[in-house]
């Protein structure tokens, strides 16, 4: 027998079915009130479900990150950037074969129109990156404006591969645009991440290279940010989305929501705070300050995890690396302290505040030299996989419909328009 749930309201008495953990909320407009049919009220969604996705699934309790079933520790150690991309697009792992073939795919599209370098160079050069990156993104749809057939299966592959080749180049030329250098093209020699940071810290070179502990440690943090589930700038993706919009609209609008600083800034945060801890032995009366209400401890809990978020301990790894090539900082043994401290303390425990993903990527972002306005655009350039596999998805989904939630109005009730003389 199927579970159900029970509701009673006035004469009404009615089972609405669960399925999958969820009830239909539509079920719900069948049962009366004094109001009209019955809602539910759920500001910031936190227990509302809009879709069904196969992509990615999350344990918070547990700590569990999943992509397509498989283990994000597992992907991270064993797979490259694309190849997670690959994954969450098309829902398995490649055969080699199939993902040299994507590999070219994605990175013979690399280039972008000087139209839109254009559009870069036409910012003030203190703009911030994120924005920068934002408008050129949203402008492809006019280079490309086939993508609008979001209809077309194969139109929609053609310019999956196009933005994801192309994001690198976009997200370094907003850097190069802000350091007052004109942009690098891409480089046929170098693979996805490489290539990338060549376009970013090339100087006179031929061929830019960097030191391969620092690339796998920026492709492992490339892999980690590849997709989280149904955040904020997924859920603007698939929001713009369901009104029939094309990737570059769609994703432009999930830019504009990862811009927001509760949302893609808070490793430029966690950063801010351990430079006003400044030593060590600030450390405890800074947790303290904490405890009597003086302050956030930034970078710990999340609204998923309640647990060790998973590719937070992942990054304890890439961090090693990354100092082991640039030496040490002194915050990041600020930084070990006050994780120490806090897996230890009843109060932090209790809370389930633990160490998230952006604990430890503002470090070792700015270890490779990034200036802290990057550190979101970073966050958007392997983030665009998940988007784009979120943007299909929504689209194919035959149950799906235009987003438009529900509201309680709260206003006045009706009453009559008065002149302007009489008010």
């Avoid at 069948?30 to 910031?44: N, W």
């Avoid at 802000?178 to 090339?202: K, T």
């Avoid at 351990?274 to 904490?290: A, M, T, Y």
């Avoid at 003086?294 to 304890?316: C, E, T, W």
Wanted: glycine share 8%; net charge negative.
């Amino acid at each position: 027998m199927a579970e159900s749930l029970h509701i009673s309201a006035g004469d009404y008495s009615g089972d609405l079915p669960i399925a999958e953990g969820a009830i239909r909320a539509t079920g719900l407009s069948a049962v009366p009130t004094e109001l009209g049919p019955l809602t539910s009220y759920d500001p910031g969604f936190v227990n509302t479900a809009a879709c069904r996705s196969a992509i990615t699934y999350i344990d918070g309790d547990a700590g569990i990150l999943e992509h397509r079933g498989y283990p994000i520790e597992e992907l991270a150690e064993h797979s490259t950037f694309l190849e997670v991309a690959y994954l969450l697009i098309n829902g398995e792992l490649p055969t080699a074969s199939e993902l040299e073939g994507w590999d070219e795919e994605v990175n013979r599209h690399r280039l972008v129109h000087e139209n839109v370098h254009e559009i870069i160079r036409a910012f003030r050069y203190d703009a911030h990156p994120m924005a920068k990156l934002m408008a050129s993104v949203a402008s492809l749809m006019t280079f490309y404006p086939s993508s609008r057939r979001i209809s077309d299966a194969e139109s929609r592959k053609l310019n999956s591969f196009r933005l994801l080749g192309k994001m690198p180049t976009l997200a370094a030329a907003a850097f190069r645009h802000s350091i007052g250098r004109h942009p690098v093209y891409p480089s046929d020699e170098l693979g996805y991440v490489e290539n990338f940071m060549a376009m970013l810290f090339q100087s006179q070179q031929r061929v830019w290279r960097a030191d391969p502990r620092l690339t796998r440690a920026l492709e492992v943090l490339f892999i980690l940010h590849a997709d989280h589930e149904q955040n904020c700038s997924t859920t603007a993706v698939r929001t713009v989305a369901s009104s029939g919009n094309d990737l570059y609209t769609s994703c432009g609008a999930g830019i504009g929501a990862l811009f927001g600083p509760l949302h893609g800034g808070a490793n430029e945060a966690v950063l801010r705070m351990l430079r006003e801890i400044g030593s060590l032995d600030r450390v405890p009366e800074f947790i303290e300050g904490i405890k009597g209400g003086n302050g956030r401890l930034m970078g710990f809990g999340h609204r998923v995890y309640k647990n060790y978020d998973p590719r937070a301990k992942v990054i304890k790894k890439a961090v090693d690396d990354v100092f082991e090539v640039r030496g040490t900082n002194p915050l990041l043994d600020i930084a070990l302290e006050l994780e120490k401290i806090a897996l230890n303390d009843e109060y932090f425990v209790s809370r389930k505040l633990y160490p998230n993903v952006d604990f430890y990527s503002g470090l070792i972002y700015e270890a490779l030299n990034f200036p802290s306005e990057m550190f979101t655009v970073l966050f958007a350039v392997p983030r665009t996989a998940g988007w784009i596999a979120h943007w299909q998805e929504q689209l194919t989904d035959p149950d799906q419909r235009i987003i438009r939630p529900k509201q309680l109005y709260t206003g006045s009730d009706r009453r009559p328009y008065l002149p302007v003389g009489d008010r």
